[in-house]
């Protein structure tokens, strides 16, 4: 049972056009979302965050949107740059029933950024 | 400051071989995690330690174990090694609890191949 989903194993965008990865969950008790990002061969970066009581949140040319009711959210990439080329992974926390914060993760979005 | 790093890189084991994968970080972060990653999935926790001397088990722990005895290190034991185990493992670990307005920082992973 998936509770993270991102549908789109891959997404390819031009340089200098806006890149909009998805994300979906099931659980309505996580309260925090994270995106990581992540290069071949290398651990997952932390890229910009969003807490439940938010609708978004901005980082330069990062924003993520959430949508409560709609159990979705969003981040958008704008303007998209081939260094942006990665694996994308949406993350969602929630308390366990030990009593501590976990991560649960997607599936992750390959984006390649065409110059 | 190395951040989080993990030894072996690489490593190939025969079936019913043990091993240790080594995890130190230099951050002086309390929250320790160890995450495996298969060929098209998200990262799924393995374990994860709230401070020295304390260890819960994460999603699939079925087949290792972990100890911490210091707020360094974090190693993660395969006692017998099964095909199942073939994967990405991860490291990470953040000061704060994850999710809690905190982000977690990982290693470069560890490529374990069960033949």
């Known amino acids: 049972d998936q509770q993270v989903k991102q549908n789109s194993p891959s997404l390819s965008v031009q340089e200098g056009r806006i890149s909009i990865l998805n994300c979906d969950y099931t659980n309505s008790m996580f309260d925090y979302f994270l995106w990581y990002k992540k290069y071949p061969a290398e651990g997952p970066t932390f890229l910009i965050s969003?807490?439940?009581?938010?609708d978004k949140n901005e980082d330069g040319r990062f924003t993520v949107f959430l949508n409560k009711s709609a159990k979705h959210l969003s981040l958008h990439i704008v303007p998209s740059q081939p260094g942006d080329s990665a694996v994308y992974f949406c993350a969602a926390s929630a308390i366990n029933p030990a009593g501590s914060y976990q991560l649960t993760f997607g599936k992750g979005t390959k984006l390649s950024v065409i110059p | 400051n190395a951040g989080v790093t993990q030894t072996p890189k690489f490593r190939i084991l025969k079936i019913g071989q043990s091993m240790t994968l080594q995890c130190t970080q230099d951050?002086?972060?309390?929250?320790m995690y160890w995450y495996r990653q298969d060929p098209g999935m998200g990262l799924k926790l393995i374990y994860y330690s709230v401070g020295a001397g304390i260890t819960d088990k994460g999603e699939v722990p079925n087949g290792y174990n972990v100890s911490r005895s210091t707020t360094e290190d974090f190693p993660l034991r395969l006692e017998l090694a099964a095909p199942s185990q073939t994967s990405v493992y991860f490291c990470?670990?953040?000061?704060?609890?994850?999710?809690?307005?905190?982000?977690?920082?990982f290693g470069p992973g560890t490529r374990l191949l069960v033949l």
């Open positions: 951050m002086n972060h309390n929250y």
């Open positions: 990470a670990s953040s000061y704060y609890p994850q999710g809690v307005e905190e982000t977690q920082y």
């Open positions: 969003i807490s439940s009581i938010k």
